[in-house]
């Protein structure tokens, strides 16, 4: 059985060592055409008091600087993943994020700042979760915003993936965005960094 455990952890750090510099590569890539790489992180409603959720929202800030290596970074600090994203930090009675580290605004900025863009954007989340759930509301927000050219969904830490959806391929195939239907269990993106 250790033996079995061994062979299990040692083959889980060389994924890790070997699919990270993967992901940088591919994201140097986009950088390299010019693209802006844009984090974005939520965090659902919760009884937790305000410098825990600020504590779980900066580690989400964490990841996506270091491991996606993001350019501007777009936080919804109370929100549902079913909750289209027009809807989100409308009402930001109890924002957090004057306490956040390097973020640079809520979901309301993120969509000014995506509208008015002249590069091509590629928007990063951690799990599908971390954007939403809703693929509806995700495929008329793809169609909208003709310079969110990709969406990258870093799944590394959970299975060592990460997702690509392209936008001509998802304007063609409102199938493609299926995984987004995804919540079956709580994912603690602030722990999977």
Known sequence: MLKLLLLFVESLVENI???VPKYHNQINSLKSKDYVIVGYARKSPGQEDRQKRINILNRMVQCLVERSMC????????CLASDSLASR?????????ADLTRVDGNTQSMISYISASEQDICLVAVDFVGLLTNTNDLYSFISKYEK???IIIDSLPVNHKVHVFQREAVLNNLSSLTPFDCRSKCIQRSKII
């Open 89 to 97: 930090d409308i009402d930001n009675e109890n924002d957090v994020l």
């Open 17 to 19: 060592a070997n699919y």
């Open 71 to 78: 350019d501007k970074i777009f936080v919804s600090s109370s």
């Open 148 to 150: 969110l050219k990709t």
